[in-house]
């Protein structure tokens, strides 16, 4: 069973930065591509960014191109989300994911998700 274990969020103030992890059980990075999607109440999740697990290549929603950087770590089976410049419209919970597709038009697996709250 693939499980994945979000950490690191928070509370920061606008402007401030936080490093979230994502700790992938099994051979999953050898398999998967690597995501972090985001969600607040009352919308539906959406894409933050993505890693490709052959060439690494990245890519990011518009939003957060720029200020976030997604990177993985084979050794130690862990991706994570620099996040910088921090807004209060980031303000969500986070959630890691993994999937057969780089542009993720389906999720194989799941995260249990992190808060983060931007708030001054």
């Known amino acids: 069973q693939v499980q994945l274990a979000e950490s690191g969020g928070g509370f920061v103030q606008p402007g401030e930065s936080l490093k979230l992890s994502c700790a992938a059980s099994?051979?999953?990075?050898?398999?998967?591509?690597m995501g972090w999607f985001r969600q607040v109440p009352g919308k539906e999740r959406e894409f933050v960014a993505a890693?490709?697990?052959?060439?690494?290549?990245?890519r990011y929603a518009d939003s957060v191109k720029g200020r976030f950087t997604i990177s993985r770590t084979n050794a130690k089976n862990t991706v994570y989300l620099q996040m910088d410049s921090l807004k209060p419209e980031d303000t969500a919970v986070y959630y890691c994911?993994?999937?057969?597709?780089?542009?993720?038009?389906?999720?194989?697996?799941w995260g249990q998700g992190t808060q983060v709250t931007v708030s001054s």
């Open positions: 099994g051979s999953i990075f050898s398999s998967y591509h």
């Open positions: 890693i490709n697990w052959v060439t690494s290549t990245t």
């Open positions: 994911a993994a999937g057969n597709n780089y542009y993720f038009k389906s999720v194989n697996f």
